[in-house]
């Protein structure tokens, strides 16, 4: 069904998504090559949230050389949007650009929205053809088909460690474990995240900033503090200039007198506070994170904690992604990865599998989705 030179045109249409991989959030990364006599004539990707999606970018740019994309084929990683949001419907240009051909990638993931795009299209009498390199496709935007199948966002879950599992030394110290290599690759899954989330713990320990610093980015993505007694400082690094990107603090509960004084303290500061309680008076994570997908639109959530939320996000099967970073040399004595309560049969463990592996500089990267 797709040649060869199909097969090309649309790597080159997964080159231009990649490039909206720190850029698009809450929208997914999408990329397009407009195609005529064999030529590239137009490519674009889609922008910041009210910019133009990938498909109008392209024409644009087929514009802009004074072509015309008339018999053209299209070569688009997503399904055109066949909707109004914050920008006209995707499939009325490429119908008004009256391309012979429209080859997508993969299907938008929304049950309420998926096919119709495509169905428009063929309406008009373009032919259409979807799964060309679907894989791929959906490799670029985990996020975002989670948010659409299943309410929640992608949870990856990073670590960096010592050979023998060790994330920080007996009182507390770990910068730096892993090498400058490692940690640029860190931010460049920072970067491409909705939020970044770590608990009250790690800012007390560490005091981080929590932002994208190693890698360009045009965003800074949110940052989200759990802390179900409200102690972070109104000091702490991770709350200054909150409206680059934005800061939400997660308590237990406001009803207190105390917690309402300290919540209206941070919000004098820009930070948002929510309380979201569990049974057990703690920060209902599973609820939280439905809340982020449904309520704050974000696809990616990237965790950088401590032993003790690690260990609470695992044991409420909160995690779909792990990234471990593991440092060439042996700690002995330390903090480990998560606090996870004894097994008492190994029928209760949580299986992992190898997506990949990989070294930056001396240490090894892994990443590894739940089974």
Known sequence: MYTAVDHQFMSQALAEAGNALYLSNPNPRVGCVIVKDGEVIGRGHTQRVGGPHAEVQALADVKTKGLDPAGSTIYVTLEPCNHTGKTPPCVDALIAAKPAMVIVAMSDPNPLVGGKGLERLKAAGIDVRCGLMESDAQALNQGFISRMTRGLPWVRMKIAASLDGKTALANG????????????????????????????????????????????????????????????????????????????????????????????????????????????????????????????????????????????????????????????????????????????????????????QSLFGSDLRLRLNKK
């Not at 045009?218 to 690094?237: C, F, G, H, M, Y």
């Not at 709350?239 to 680059?244: D, E, F, G, I």
């Not at 904690?305 to 593991?326: A, H, I, P, Q, T």
């Open 173 to 356: 110290q770990s910068q730096w474990i892993t090498g400058p290599l490692a940690r640029a690759d860190g931010h460049h899954w920072r970067a491409q995240a909705c939020a970044i989330l770590t608990g009250v713990g790690t800012v007390k320990e560490d005091d981080p900033s929590l932002n994208v610093r190693d890698v360009k980015t045009e965003r800074q993505p949110w940052r989200i503090i759990v802390d179900s007694k409200l102690e972070t400082s109104l000091n702490a690094k991770v709350l200054s200039k909150p409206q680059a990107s934005g800061v939400i603090l997660v308590c237990a509960s406001l009803d207190s007198q105390e917690s309402q004084a300290k919540a209206k303290a941070f919000e004098a500061l820009g930070v948002e506070v929510i309380a979201m309680a569990n049974t057990n008076g703690k920060v209902d994570l599973p609820k939280l994170f439905a809340y982020l997908a449904k309520e704050r639109h974000m696809n990616e959530i990237h965790v950088e904690s401590g032993f003790k939320l690690n260990g609470s996000l695992l044991r409420e099967n909160c995690v779909d992604e792990l990234l471990l970073y593991y440092a060439p040399f042996f700690m002995g004595e330390g903090i480990g990865m998560a606090y996870i309560s004894p097994l008492a049969t190994l029928d209760q463990r949580q299986d992992w599998q190898i997506m990949d």
